[in-house]
């Protein structure tokens, strides 16, 4: 059975303090492992996928990366405006087509 | 791309009675999947479609449960006999087939009292 399981659950930091958020996971085949944005209230916004080992994207001051284990992403000189839940979800090779969420990393970033 | 769209964004109901939502996908994306969420959890999977058939329902989705897509278009899911454990974030997500990111809409929250 697919499983994602991120860390911290929740993270608060100073506008401009950069960090890493973990998700770890395990899948028979992997077919794609997903971050989104969620905001209170309102449905999870995409912002990457990852197809294999040793892949990275960025996206202004996101970048995720991927392993065999574990995807992280790192928020560089965070803003308020980052502050939300970010999940991370996988496709797996097991036939199943939905995704596997983890419960998220609730992230506070302070002025 | 209008991005996905539900109907209603919000729906409080009384235990028993039954109620349905709506999905928009966005436009010429084959697949359509529905999701549940509560309260400091992730999503979870419940079904999906590809174009007008269901193809896989997850063990989640009770008897009491059930959706369509009759055109391959827009999707609808039904709860009957609601309960107060139906409570929950009904999330609606699409995408091409053989593509697998998927693009979530902006859910329905159902509150059964």
């Known amino acids: 059975e697919d499983q994602v399981t991120q860390s911290p659950e929740a993270l608060r930091l100073q506008e401009g303090e950069s960090s890493s958020l973990n998700c770890s996971y395990t899948v028979s085949g992997l077919r794609g492992l997903f971050w989104y944005r969620q905001d209170p209230g309102k449905g999870p916004e995409f912002l990457f996928t990852l197809y294999s080992a040793g892949e990275e994207k960025e996206k202004e001051r996101l970048k995720a990366t991927l392993t065999k284990k574990e995807s992280f992403l790192h928020i560089t000189a965070p803003k308020p405006e980052d502050s939300a839940t970010y999940l991370c979800?996988?496709?797996?090779?097991?036939?199943?087509?939905?995704?596997?969420f983890g419960k998220g990393t609730h992230l506070i970033i302070q002025p | 791309d209008t991005g996905v769209s539900q109907d209603p964004r919000h729906k409080i109901t009384k235990r028993g009675q039954n109620v349905t939502f709506r999905c928009d996908p966005i436009?010429?994306?084959?697949?359509l999947y529905w999701y549940r969420q509560t309260l400091g959890q992730g999503p979870e999977f419940l079904t999906y479609?590809?174009?007008?058939?269901?193809?896989?329902k997850s063990r989640l989705l009770s008897d009491r449960f059930s959706a369509e897509r009759p055109k391959g278009s827009f999707s609808t899911l039904e709860i009957q006999r609601t309960e107060q454990g139906d409570s929950a974030m009904y999330l609606c997500?699409?995408?091409?087939?053989?593509?697998?990111?998927?693009?979530f809409g902006p859910g329905t929250r159902l509150l059964v009292l």
């Open positions: 979800a996988l496709a797996g090779g097991g036939g199943a087509d939905g995704l596997t």
């Open positions: 436009s010429e994306h084959n697949r």
């Open positions: 479609f590809q174009n007008e058939a269901q193809l896989e």
């Open positions: 997500a699409s995408s091409f087939f053989g593509q697998e990111t998927q693009y």
